[in-house]
């Protein structure tokens, strides 16, 4: 697999930007928080006397105060209640599915929204209180209180969305319909080439003049900058060997890219090209989605749950992904400048280590469940009509090991011959 890519050192910051961003739970809330702040201090200045009432109040001041003693102290609470719920709900995701889930839920613009428009009332009623003056004043605050209800209105709307929200990302087809399309992205990303069944260029013969080790902490390579690597190769004349692939645990003093001739290398700016983090992203590791669908189901299947409908809808999104990557180049990739000359060449799974990936472990905890066995089975007879030739080897293989399993779980030749029946829908009984 090889493509030409432009050079460039702006998309490693731009991808920690926006990752910084994605998990943060401080930029929205907070753009809330400073307009609730701003809008306390503008409103009640705009309150010249009582002709501006736009709710038809006619409030005095003390009474404008209660108010908006109300709307804080209540608001408040509420806030705190529904952070609460939203802990709990991320909670019980987190056991049913998956751990992965708590980040999806992180990266959620409404759920950020929706905790900025709570706070927001609250705010802005403390910060209009200190600016009405002292109790008992002959000012009639009507603009500064309508706000105050608009703003409690639209938090009770909002509360309903989020409910909604939360509810719908718990959703087994809403969780793999978002891996789906992340995963799709990410294949897009890492193998963009269409299969085609040339060989591999040879690989780079000069000699290694420099090994890159790691310095940093101690995480998971989360992406590649393949514009800087680009361009540091181009511009030293060298070519960079990757060692260490997305989604691989990287520890101090690992080997991280290995540097064939050239000139004039920074070891510092070419380790500031492999981006390691905490955990793995979606963004250049689609094997990472496979992984988190596959922990999905085969805790579907474990016995505490007993799940199987929800481990053939899984079997679906899998389904779509196999046939996706059944028709790019996979495995390792390799990065040509302007001229056609490999610069850049990277480690990506191939099309057997996937396949298994997708496959293997809930093939292990699946062949006992019919509605699983006959969806699998339902797959990889789908696979074999499509695949290329030179991948069709792997197919036969997992089909061989689906009916050995399937054998092995049903001694008796009437539920065997149920369960080795393909069943494309799932529906696990004769069709």
């Not at 080897?393 to 001694?411: E, K, M, T, W, Y």
Request: aromatic content about 6%.
């Amino acid at each position: 697999m090889h493509q030409p890519i432009r050079q460039g050192r702006s998309w490693g910051r731009r991808f920690r930007r926006r990752e910084w961003l994605d998990r943060s739970w401080l930029v929205v809330p907070s753009l809330y928080v400073l307009a609730a702040l701003a809008l306390g201090k503008a409103v009640p200045a705009l309150e010249t006397g009582n002709e501006v009432d736009p709710l038809g109040l006619a409030l005095s001041t003390d009474s404008a105060r209660e108010i908006l003693n109300a709307v804080a102290g209540g608001m408040i609470a509420f806030t705190g209640l529904v952070v609460s719920v939203a802990v709990v709900v991320v909670q019980f995701g987190a056991g049913q599915y998956t751990p992965r889930l708590v980040l999806r839920f992180r990266r959620d613009l409404v759920v950020k929204h929706a905790l900025g428009i709570f706070i927001a009332p609250a705010l802005y009623a403390l910060v209009a209180l200190g600016e009405l003056g002292a109790p008992g004043g002959d000012l009639q605050p009507n603009l500064t209180v309508g706000l105050a209800v608009v703003l409690l209105v639209v938090a009770v709307f909002a509360f309903f969305g989020l409910v909604a929200r939360l509810l719908d990302l718990l959703r087994p087809r809403r969780l793999f319909e978002q891996l789906l399309r992340g995963c799709e992205r990410a294949i897009d990303e890492v193998y963009p080439v269409p299969f085609t069944g040339a060989a591999s260029p040879p690989p780079a013969s000069a000699p290694v003049t420099l090994t890159v080790a790691h310095d940093g902490k101690e995480g998971v390579v989360s992406a590649l900058d393949r514009p800087r690597l680009m361009a540091i190769a181009v511009e030293t004349g060298a070519v960079l060997e990757v060692a260490a692939a997305v989604g691989e645990f990287l520890r101090r003093g690992a080997p991280l890219v290995r540097v064939r001739g050239g000139r004039g290398i920074s070891a510092d700016d070419v380790e500031r090209a492999v981006i390691v983090s905490d955990e793995r992203t979606l963004v250049q590791d689609p094997a990472f989605a496979i992984r988190a669908i596959v922990d999905i189901v085969i805790r579907a299947l474990s016995p505490a749950v007993n799940d199987p409908t929800t481990a053939s809808q899984g079997l679906d999104v899998l389904e779509s992904l196999l046939h996706r990557l059944a028709a790019r180049e996979l495995g390792a990739g390799r990065l040509l400048d302007e001229e056609g000359t490999m610069r850049v060449v990277y480690r990506a799974p191939g099309w057997d280590e996937l396949l298994a990936l997708a496959l293997t472990e809930v093939r292990h905890y699946g062949a006992p469940a019919h509605q699983v066995a006959r969806r699998m089975r339902a797959l990889l007879d789908g696979l074999v009509e499509v695949v290329p030739e030179q991948r069709a080897g792997a197919v036969h293989a997992q089909l061989a090991l689906l009916d050995a399993a399937v054998r092995s779980a049903f001694p008796d030749p009437s539920e065997r011959a149920v369960a080795l029946e393909p069943d494309p829908m799932g529906l696990g009984g004769p069709r």
